[in-house]
Antibody, heavy 122, light 110 residues
C-alpha cells in the first residue's frame, strides 16, 4: 500500500536550518511529483514547492525561494526538504504529498505524509 | 501577489445543500487552474474531495461535486451530514509548477 512516512518532530533556534524527510513506499517513486506544504498553528495550508523525483527538478513558491531546498534520493525513495534561516513564523506542521505526473494535465495530492512538527524557538 | 479567496466560514443545516467558492483577488478561475478541494479535520492530514474542477477523488461520496460558477470554482455538498463539519481548502494551479491554497472555509453543520 502507498505510504509516505515523514521524519519526527524537530526543535530549532532562530537562524538555524531544519531538514524534514519523506520516505515513499508502495508505488513507483519517479512517477509522482512530491509536494511540500505547511500549516502554522490554527492557520491554513501553504504550498511551499515541488520536486520531480525523476530528474530532481524543483519549483518553489516565491516566498521560499532561496530559503527552501528540496532534494531526493532515488536509492531510498526519499525526498528531503531543508528550510534555512528559520524564524518563529516557520513553526508549523510540514507535510509531503504526492501527485501523479501527467504530461498534459495536473492531478490531485492523493497521499499525504503524517506531518512533521517543526518548532522554532529561542 | 495573487490571493486565492474563500469564505472564512459557512454554516449549513443537516440535510441541506451548501456551495463553497474559490476565487481570485484579480481575475476569474477557470478549468485551466485545475481547481481542487481538500477537507481537513483537526490533527489530520488533508484529504482530496475534488480535483481538476469536477473529478471526484476515489472513495468520496457523490454528495460532493465541483464546478465553475461564474468567475469562481465551487464545491457543492448536498445532504450535509454532521461529519461534514470540517475545514475545506481549495488550491489552484498557476502554471510553471506553482500552486496556491486558499485560506480555507470552516464549515459548521447545525
Amino acid at each position: 500500500q502507498v505510504q509516505l512516512v515523514q521524519s519526527g518532530a524537530e526543535v530549532r533556534k532562530p537562524g538555524a536550518s531544519v531538514t524534514v524527510s519523506c520516505r515513499a513506499s508502495g508505488y513507483a517513486f519517479t512517477a509522482y511529483y512530491m509536494h511540500w506544504m505547511r500549516q502554522a498553528p490554527r492557520q491554513g495550508l501553504e504550498w511551499m514547492g515541488v520536486i520531480n523525483p525523476s530528474d530532481g527538478s524543483t519549483t518553489y513558491a516565491q516566498k521560499f525561494q532561496g530559503r527552501a531546498a528540496m532534494t531526493r534520493d532515488t536509492s531510498t525513495d526519499t525526498v528531503y526538504m531543508e528550510l534555512s534561516s528559520l524564524r518563529s513564523e516557520d513553526t508549523a506542521v510540514y507535510y509531503c504529498a504526492r501527485e501523479e505526473i501527467q504530461r498534459l494535465s495536473r492531478s490531485e495530492f492523493d497521499y499525504w505524509g503524517q506531518g512533521t512538527l517543526v518548532t522554532v524557538s529561542s | 501577489q495573487t490571493v486565492v479567496t474563500q469564505e472564512p466560514s459557512f454554516s449549513v443545516s443537516p440535510g441541506g445543500t451548501v456551495t463553497l467558492t474559490c476565487g481570485l483577488s484579480s481575475g476569474s478561475v477557470s478549468t485551466a487552474y485545475y481547481p481542487s478541494w481538500y477537507r481537513q479535520t483537526p490533527g489530520q492530514a488533508p484529504r482530496t474531495l475534488i480535483y481538476s474542477t469536477n473529478t471526484l477523488s476515489s472513495g468520496v461520496p457523490d454528495r460532493f461535486s465541483g464546478s465553475i460558477l461564474g468567475n469562481k470554482a465551487a464545491l457543492t455538498i448536498t445532504g450535509a451530514q454532521a461529519d461534514d463539519e470540517s475545514d475545506y481548502y481549495c488550491v489552484l494551479y498557476f502554471g510553471s509548477g506553482i500552486w496556491i491554497f486558499g485560506g480555507g472555509t470552516k464549515l459548521t453543520v447545525l
